[in-house]
């Protein structure tokens, strides 16, 4: 839960904010991450000392629901010479470390990031008549911090959100959330790191697609550049009703079209709903990826593989010339290249009574023919890693949120990878990588998947069969899905005949 009320208010746990007329005593008492970000805020609105805040009731370290212990709550007057209207601008304080005493991040050093090493901030248009700010973006920004908090996977420029719902529970169109660097706010160095600040900016349903195809840069530019859509400063108007490609048509094929055949897509990698089977073996084998055991106890994915994983999902904003699956390292890195401590909660890494095999005694095996699952939403996105990855000698990586399996698609061009032009289909424990498909490149797969799934096989390319799938989650309401059967060119005899 939490409450509104002036930063200046007096409370338990947090003094008046500090400023240049704030009694010594306040100032020395005043947590020192969070007077650092006060600064910052304090630099763009000197006129507003004690802005509004939502502030959690109780705190996430004394066992709250919510991460961030505060929310100000900011009126800019923005720029109307310059396209940019008035707004409100929303400020988060816990995704940083504020206090430096090991009470929710660990203190790692000054030279590396605070915490995680950003804030995030939201610019809303303001209606006409508005006197107050509305405090759904504070529940929206505590909602992606907990996401933060309990995956630990850090938030880069660039970055997309999928909501799947209008983000103040309205009926507008603006139902996911891109991620940009905030165009006022500098970062700023604390005593326990550096902060820098992260702005979600509210987008179309077709909007998030488009960055999802080629990149969530390229679409930030553009809506740059309307200023209905965002302006320059990319100000949220919930109550937009048109996506930047119906206001300007040319957008779509001459800006992001040519940006995805000339620069593929930057997204590596996905938490979905997925799963493989391998079809060269029963499943009861002792040795199959899906049942591997040590005594009595069903294996999970060790370390070293969650880290290889997280990582290729992490680094989807890294555009190499040469890719190269990231190395086996116990070491992670969040998007801003630093070090990260251990992992305090971890999803993947959680306590459970669940035996780790180590990666060393772990067996790579070759399959010779393997069944893909995806949900509907997940199984969309394969056009995106056949044309927006692999064509362009990239990989792309589908990691499970019901269990430990992940799915990742190499090109030829990516280094580090077990599977291999001999044996497209390797299986490393539960992590199965798929060597460019051999189908990938053709025509009619793609436009397979912009059909409907069917309980039958919709087509046969190749020793490749497409299904529709019905997913195992049907039950719980969830859509359909898509199945693939892939079998090795060189040793599997066809399933059928070409397909459309």
């Given at each position: ?7 200046g ?13 704030a009694p010594?005593a ?7 991450g969070l ?6 805020c304090?630099?763009?609105?000197p006129?507003?000392?004690n ?7 109780v ?8 991460p961030l212990?505060?929310?100000?709550m ?5 720029s ?13 304080f816990?995704?940083s ?9 660990e203190?790692t050093?000054?030279d590396?990031?605070s ?7 939201f ?6 008549g ?6 759904w973006p504070?529940e929206?920004?505590?909602g992606?911090?907990?996401y933060?908090f ?5 938030f880069?420029s660039?970055?997309?959100v999928?909501?799947?719902?209008p983000?103040?529970?309205?009926e ?5 959330m891109?991620l940009t ?5 500098q970062?700023?160095?604390t ?9 979600i ?6 909007e998030l697609h488009s ?6 840069q390229?679409?930030?530019e553009?809506?740059?550049t309307?200023p209905v ?6 100000i ?6 048109e996506?930047i ?8 094929q001459?800006?992001v079209?040519k940006?995805i055949?000339?620069?593929g ?11 493989w089977?391998d ?8 040795e199959?990826?899906?049942s ?5 106890q069903?294996?999970?994915?060790s370390g070293?593989d969650?880290?290889?994983?997280r990582?290729?999902?992490r ?8 890719p ?7 070491q992670?890195?969040?998007g ?5 401590a251990?992992?305090r909660?971890?999803?993947?890494e959680?306590?459970s009574?669940?035996a780790i095999?180590?990666h060393e005694?772990?067996?790579t095996r070759?399959l010779e023919?393997?069944?893909?699952k ?6 969309a996105?394969?056009p995106?890693c056949?044309?927006?990855r692999l064509?362009h000698?990239r990989h792309?990586t589908?990691?499970?949120?019901t269990?430990d399996?992940a ?9 580090g990878a ?19 498909p ?17 309980s039958?096989p ?18 719980a309401?969830l ?6 059967d892939?079998?090795?060119?060189v ?6 005949q070409g397909g459309?």
């Amino acid at each position: 839960m939490a409450e509104l009320r002036p930063s200046g208010a007096p409370g338990p746990t947090a003094p008046p904010a500090p400023g240049p007329t704030a009694p010594p005593a306040f100032a020395s008492l005043f947590p020192p991450g969070l007077h650092a970000i006060y600064g910052e805020c304090r630099r763009l609105y000197p006129d507003q000392p004690n802005p509004l805040q939502v502030t959690a009731i109780v705190k996430y370290w004394l066992g709250g629901p919510d991460p961030l212990d505060y929310v100000s709550m900011y009126r800019n007057v923005g720029s109307p010479s310059a396209n940019i209207p008035e707004h409100w601008h929303y400020v988060s304080f816990g995704l940083s470390d504020l206090y430096g005493d090991n009470r929710v991040h660990e203190f790692t050093g000054t030279d590396g990031p605070s915490g995680f090493g950003f804030e995030l901030t939201f610019r809303l248009k303001r209606e006409t008549g508005e006197s107050a700010p509305p405090t759904w973006p504070a529940e929206l920004m505590q909602g992606l911090a907990r996401y933060v908090f309990q995956s630990e996977n850090t938030f880069c420029s660039g970055d997309h959100v999928s909501w799947h719902s209008p983000l103040d529970n309205s009926e507008s169109r603006i139902q996911h959330m891109l991620l940009t660097e905030d165009p006022q706010m500098q970062p700023v160095q604390t005593p326990f790191g550096v902060v820098t600040f992260l702005q979600i900016v509210g987008v179309c349903t077709e909007e998030l697609h488009s960055a999802q195809q080629w990149n969530g840069q390229g679409i930030l530019e553009l809506l740059r550049t309307v200023p209905v859509a965002g302006g320059p400063w990319l100000i949220t108007d919930m109550r937009r009703g048109e996506t930047i490609f119906e206001i300007d048509p040319h957008l779509q094929q001459e800006r992001v079209d040519k940006g995805i055949e000339t620069d593929g897509s930057n997204l590596s990698g996905v938490s979905a709903k997925c799963a493989w089977d391998d079809l060269s073996r029963p499943p009861e084998d002792d040795e199959d990826s899906r049942s591997i055991c040590v005594g009595t106890q069903p294996r999970r994915l060790s370390g070293k593989d969650t880290e290889q994983i997280r990582e290729t999902l992490r680094r989807g904003l890294e555009i190499n010339s040469k890719p190269v699956l990231p190395p086996i390292n116990p070491q992670r890195q969040n998007g801003l290249a630093h070090d990260r401590a251990p992992s305090r909660k971890d999803s993947l890494e959680s306590d459970s009574s669940t035996a780790i095999i180590p990666h060393e005694l772990i067996r790579t095996r070759q399959l010779e023919s393997v069944h893909l699952k995806f949900n509907q939403e997940s199984g969309a996105l394969i056009p995106l890693c056949l044309r927006g990855r692999l064509l362009h000698g990239r990989h792309f990586t589908y990691k499970s949120i019901t269990g430990d399996m992940a799915i990742t698609f190499v090109s030829t061009g990516v280094e580090g990878a077990f599977a291999t032009e001999e044996h497209p289909y390797a299986a490393h424990g539960p992590w199965l990588q798929v060597r460019r498909p051999f189908f990938y490149s053709l025509p009619s797969f793609h436009r397979l998947f912009l059909a409907h799934p069917s309980s039958s096989p919709l087509a046969t390319l190749g020793g490749v069969s497409l299904w529709g799938w019905l997913s195992p989650w049907e039950s719980a309401g969830l859509p359909r899905g898509l199945g693939l059967d892939l079998q090795s060119p060189v040793r599997a005899t066809p399933l059928g005949q070409g397909g459309p």
